[in-house]
């Protein structure tokens, strides 16, 4: 890959990948908003969807897909307009519709996207000096760092594993090295990529972490940790390949579309009961829906009838649809907007309420544990039982805290700190970088989704605590002190 070249604020785009996919997203986004105003869509809120779309896909063009900020910064795109913006074609619904103020929230969206824009730009010229974990190419290392990382992701999930089904009152330490197991999956496919020279990409090891994945995945009863299991595959080949091959390209699509055809009426169905279930009995519960997935589907089907969710506020597509409402952001920024022009702004207690659920429960013991600050934030604006864990994306957050000027400045300040953070831990670049590949899929959804807690939790302790870790595990996988393991490399 040709390295990025910096003079000052002019930039030199990376790769001709990079550049065709930019090209070629920005004509197709270009031929839906026509097509929007084609079927009745507000010209003015199809072009700002577009806009938003395009301003998205800018640093891919500049920086090339194996940029971690680019790769952000689309996924911010995508994840709030971008999939709407194609999904709602297809059900051939103008993009206003049902929406309480379309062309408002499509213009916070988009104040917001220019925020995380210069957030990214700022953070790209930004000197931090060299990355604090050093690139790892020894066939060696690697194996170490997998073994090393195996040991910390396993114990953790066995721990988190252990609390299911049950009220608990201890520390929760262990939630936060949970994703250590997809840093020993993907150093383990990277160790025998670069062995076979990028023939192979599966060994036994790579089977047994899989498995351990995909259990660990049913006793969370979550998608996103099945989801990122095979992300875990397929971005470590990309980012070593440093190209997408058509194959990569559709084994993601099949694997998407997998989840939300197959996997979600199966986990939603054990979602149903899971808080009386222990660890094991999670996994036989969601083995079992497997073998019965008719009868999931049906439960399914019928709890996507609104008549069945009195309350549900989140209706873009007509009807409740699951995966397409968690991959709807502007959804959720609508419906904040609108509840906070009626309630007013909650300012500066946004903010208290972010520091004290960043403390360390040993020196805040009496902070609530089935608390999120978006529930919080639903409540203040008069929509209240949406769960405890109620999605409110930081855009729409920014927006319920400080209006217009918070819309901007939560993605510019707080995404800032994130990506300086992220840049100093491995650097930006994921080709043949698996501390890169690790971070990138550790922060990949809060960063999408999460509200302002969720980054200030990430910036004073998760991530500090994975540097720390990591930077452990990097000096024994480089050292001479596990001589008993030198010979998994061979």
Known sequence: MRPIQLDSWRLTPATRQGRLLAKGGGIFTVLVCVLHIAIGADPLVACLAGLAVIISIYPIAI????????????????????????????????????????????????????????????ASNLPVGRPALKLVTSNATLARISFLAAIIGIMANLSVAFRAGEQYTGLTVAEFFVPFLHLALISAIARVL????????????????????????????????????????????????????????????????MVIIFATPV??????????????????????????????????????????????????YGSPQNIFERTTLVNHVDVIKAGS??????????????????????????????????????EKIGLSNQGPFATAPLIGTGYAAFGWAGAFFYPLVLGLAWFLIVKKISGWHLQGNVWAIYLLLRIHNQFVEGASDAYV?????????DLFLLWLIEIFARGRFLHPWRKMAV
């Open 63 to 122: 920086h090339g897909f194996l940029n971690i900020g680019a790769v952000l910064i689309a996924m911010v795109g995508f994840r709030y307009v971008g999939f709407p913006f194609f999904a709602k074609l297809t059900m051939g619904q103008p993009l206003d519709t049902y929406l309480l103020d379309p062309a408002g929230s499509f213009w916070v969206v988009l104040l917001g996207l220019q925020g995380y824009l210069f957030a990214f730009s700022v």
């Open 194 to 257: 670069q062995a076979t020279e990028k023939r192979r990409g599966l060994d036994m090891w790579i089977i047994c972490l899989l498995i351990a994945e995909i259990a660990f995945a049913m006793v969370k009863n979550s998608r996103m940790a099945l989801m990122e299991t095979f992300l875990c595959f397929i971005v470590t080949v990309i980012s070593f390949e440093a190209k997408i091959r058509w194959r990569q390209f559709l084994f993601t699509v099949f694997a998407i579309v």
């Open 267 to 316: 986990f939603l169905y054990v979602r149903d009961s899971r808080d009386d279930l222990s660890w094991t009995q999670r996994i036989e519960a969601t083995l079992e829906m497997v073998l019965k997935w008719p009868e999931a589907f049906a439960e399914y089907q019928e709890y996507r009838d609104l008549a069945n969710r009195s309350g549900w506020h989140l209706n873009y």
């Open 341 to 378: 022009d009626i309630y007013g702004p909650v300012g500066l207690e946004d903010m208290k309420l972010c520091l004290k659920r960043a403390m360390p429960r040993a020196l805040s013991p009496d902070k609530p544990r089935e608390y999120s600050q978006g529930s919080w934030l639903y």
């Open 457 to 465: 939790v990430n910036v004073l302790r998760s991530l500090p605590q």
